[in-house]
C-alpha cells in the first residue's frame, strides 16, 4: 500500500472516529433526599404513599441519612387505615414522576442505571424461633407494571435477603444488631429481557467504609419476561403481604428511606 493510501486510510479512521457520538457520560436522573422536608421531596408526581392513615408516611427528623429528614412508612396489621391495593402497604412510587419528558423513576428493557438508597429498621422487632414460620416484610422492590418484583429487598426471619427471579441472595445474615441504624445499598442493574441483562448488589453497614458485593448476576434477565408489563417503577416502604397469616407477627413496623437516587449509566 503506497504512503498516500496509508495516510488517506487513516484520515479516514481518524474522521469516523471523530465523527461518532460520545458516550454519554453517566448523569443522575433522580435524587430525592426528603430536605423540602415533604412527602413527594419537591418533586411533582413523586407518590409518598396511597394508604389512608395519617401516619402511614411521615416526614422524620430525629435520625436521617444526612441533612435534615427522611421518610418513614408505617403499617399496622389488621387496620384498613394501613391497606392499600388490596394489602397492608405503604409505599412511596416514583412511577409518575416525570422530568424533562421523560420518566426516571420507571425502568425498561435497554437502560442501564444505577441505584442508591439507604433505609433504618425503626424500631424493629425481631423474629423469635418460637414463633414458627416467618412472614416476608418487604422494604424496596424494583416492582414490574402488570407483574410482580423484577428484584425486591425484604426481610424474613432476622435475615435481610434479596429476591430475584426464582433466587435469593442473603444481604445481612442478622439485622438485629443494625436495628435503628442505616444500611446504604447501590445496584448497577442493567435491564433486560434476555441473556444480555446484568446486575449487582452492594451493601455498605455503618460500621464498613466501603460497600461490599452481595449478589452478581451475569447473562440475566434482569427484566423478567413472564410479566406483560413494558416498565417498572421503583417503591420503597413496607409492604406486608402475608403478615396476617402469621398471629406471632409484629403488629405494627416501622421503616426509614432516604437518599434515593437514580442515575443513567453509558
Do not use: C
Amino acid at each position: 500500500m503506497s504512503s498516500i493510501r496509508t495516510h488517506a486510510v487513516r484520515a479516514a479512521a481518524l474522521a469516523a472516529i471523530l465523527a461518532a457520538p460520545a458516550v454519554p457520560a453517566q448523569t443522575t436522573l433522580l435524587n430525592i433526599d426528603y430536605e423540602t422536608g415533604t412527602l413527594d421531596s419537591g418533586i411533582p408526581g413523586l407518590i409518598g404513599t396511597e394508604a389512608p392513615a395519617a401516619d402511614a408516611a411521615s416526614m422524620v427528623s430525629d435520625k436521617p441519612r444526612s441533612g435534615r429528614f427522611a421518610i418513614a412508612h408505617k403499617v399496622t396489621l389488621r387496620n384498613p387505615d394501613y391497606v392499600s391495593f388490596g394489602a397492608p402497604r405503604s409505599e412511596s412510587t416514583a412511577g409518575r414522576v416525570l422530568i424533562d419528558g421523560t420518566r426516571p423513576g420507571q425502568y425498561a428493557p435497554g437502560q442501564h442505571r444505577l441505584y442508591t438508597f439507604s433505609l433504618m429498621l425503626k424500631d424493629w422487632e425481631p423474629w423469635l424461633p418460637t414463633s414458627g414460620s416467618a412472614p416476608l416484610d418487604i422494604l424496596w422492590q424494583f416492582k414490574h407494571f402488570s407483574g410482580g418484583p423484577d428484584l425486591m429487598v425484604g426481610i424474613r426471619r432476622n435475615q435481610m435477603i434479596l429476591r430475584y427471579g426464582s433466587k435469593q441472595a442473603l444481604l445481612i445474615e442478622d439485622v438485629r444488631p443494625y436495628n435503628n441504624r442505616w444500611i446504604d445499598f447501590r445496584f448497577d442493574i442493567v435491564w433486560a429481557k434476555d441473556a444480555s441483562g446484568r446486575f449487582t448488589a452492594d451493601v455498605r453497614l455503618d460500621d464498613q467504609a466501603d460497600y461490599v458485593r452481595k449478589a452478581e448476576e451475569t447473562a440475566f434477565a434482569t427484566f423478567n419476561p413472564a410479566y406483560t408489563g413494558t416498565a417498572g417503577t421503583i417503591q420503597w416502604g413496607l409492604y406486608r403481604p402475608d403478615s396476617e397469616q402469621f398471629p406471632a407477627a409484629a403488629l405494627t413496623r416501622m421503616v426509614y428511606h432516604d437518599d434515593i437516587t437514580v442515575t443513567r449509566l453509558p
